[in-house]
């Protein structure tokens, strides 16, 4: 069984800041996966970043990047240069190797402040 | 090309009534998983499909739930005799493959509300 965890419920920064968002998890897997979704109040929940577990390199994607702690279990998304657009409920998720559906933390409500 | 797609978008339902929702995965996706949203329990993950098939069923919160996939693309997910406690939104996602490694790309999701 997998648990992920988010403590943060809402967070607000101003626009071109930067800020980070919490998740750990706990997982029995050897093999698993990592993602941060984002959900917008349009309710499509967009992947914004994984990471496989075996890879010891943090994911980037332009301005989102992870930090990645294996033996601490924790999995950090930060945003840079936070844009008005980026204001959404963020999810951390986990998968196993297997073909078993995503367990999400509960979310992040980001809110960018002009 | 297009993506996930479900219908309806809002459903408003009778406490007692079936109601049926669907879900278009991307075409070629031989995946298709089924989750729950709700402000009580968050995300939750119901069922998943490879191909026709749903190997494991254990997630579905009752046996008033049901899902089947035909023809290898459209999914309906049905929940029989509806309880206020089934008012969620139900998404859909699809992946190429299933595995852990796959990407899944969600649908807008059915907004349910039972009266």
């Known amino acids: 069984a997998q648990t992920v965890t988010q403590s943060q419920p809402e967070m607000s920064v101003q626009e071109a800041e930067t800020v980070t968002l919490s998740c750990t998890y706990d997982?029995?897997?050897?093999?698993?996966?990592l993602f941060w979704y984002k959900q917008p109040p349009s309710r499509q929940m967009i992947l914004v970043i994984r990471?496989?577990?075996?890879?010891?390199q943090n994911a980037t994607e332009n301005r989102f990047s992870v930090n990645f702690q294996k033996a601490a279990k924790s999995f950090s998304l930060k945003i840079s240069d936070s844009q008005l657009g980026d204001t959404a409920m963020y999810f951390c998720?986990?998968?196993?190797?297997?073909?078993?559906?995503?367990?999400f933390g509960k979310g992040t409500h980001l809110i960018i402040q002009p | 090309g297009a993506g996930v797609s479900q219908s309806p978008s809002n459903k408003v339902t009778e406490k007692g009534k079936d109601v049926e929702l669907r879900c278009d995965p991307i075409?070629?996706?031989?995946?298709l998983y089924w989750y729950r949203q709700s402000l009580g329990q968050g995300l939750e993950f119901l069922i998943y499909?490879?191909?026709?098939?749903?190997?494991?069923k254990s997630g579905l919160p009752s046996d008033r739930f049901s899902a089947e996939r035909t023809g290898g693309s459209v999914s309906t997910l049905t929940i029989q005799r509806t309880q206020q406690e089934d008012s969620a939104v139900y998404l859909c996602?699809?992946?190429?493959?299933?595995?852990?490694?796959?990407?899944?790309?969600f649908g807008p999701g059915t907004r349910l509300l039972v009266l």
């Open positions: 998720a986990s998968t196993g190797g297997g073909a078993d559906g995503l367990t």
């Open positions: 997982t029995s897997e050897n093999n698993y996966y």
């Open positions: 990471q496989e577990a075996y890879k010891q």
């Open positions: 075409s070629g996706h031989t995946a």
């Open positions: 499909f490879q191909g026709n098939s749903a190997p494991d």
């Open positions: 996602a699809s992946s190429p493959l299933s595995g852990g490694q796959e990407t899944q790309y």
